[in-house]
């Protein structure tokens, strides 16, 4: 379960800008979510709550953006979506050995007033 840190840390990157924006209170936190982090979007909302109780950060909504696990040929250059965890290349038959996107975990943006 490392819901609990990955929540910490998007809860300490939006009070700090927060903060420097002077922002009264945080309305909605929009974060871009990859398949492969394994991380549950349900469990992060609930630990958010525990982690920003009193701050500015308290009761914001959280949009979790997913991005599709994508995989790069290097044979044939397709760039393909993975299921199942199947790396083979629908085109040709390659087994791909880039992983070019589903890892992010990021904050995207943060609505304020
Ligand atoms: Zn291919």
Not at 5 to 31: D, P, Y
Not at 84 to 110: K, M, N
Request: a negative charge.
């Amino acid at each position: 379960m490392h819901e609990l840190g990955v929540t910490e840390s998007i809860a300490g990157i939006v009070l700090r800008h927060a903060n420097m924006n002077g922002a009264r209170r945080v309305l909605k936190v929009n974060i871009k979510l990859g398949e492969l982090t394994g991380i549950v979007d349900r469990y992060v909302s609930f630990y958010w709550d525990m982690v920003t109780k009193d701050t500015v950060a308290q009761g914001a909504e959280l949009n979790f953006v997913k991005v599709p696990t994508v995989a790069y040929c290097n044979r044939c250059r397709e760039e393909f979506r993975i299921e199942e965890y199947d790396l083979t290349c629908p085109r040709c038959g390659e087994v791909a050995s880039d992983i070019i996107s589903g890892r992010e975990f990021v904050v995207e943006s943060i609505e304020i007033e």
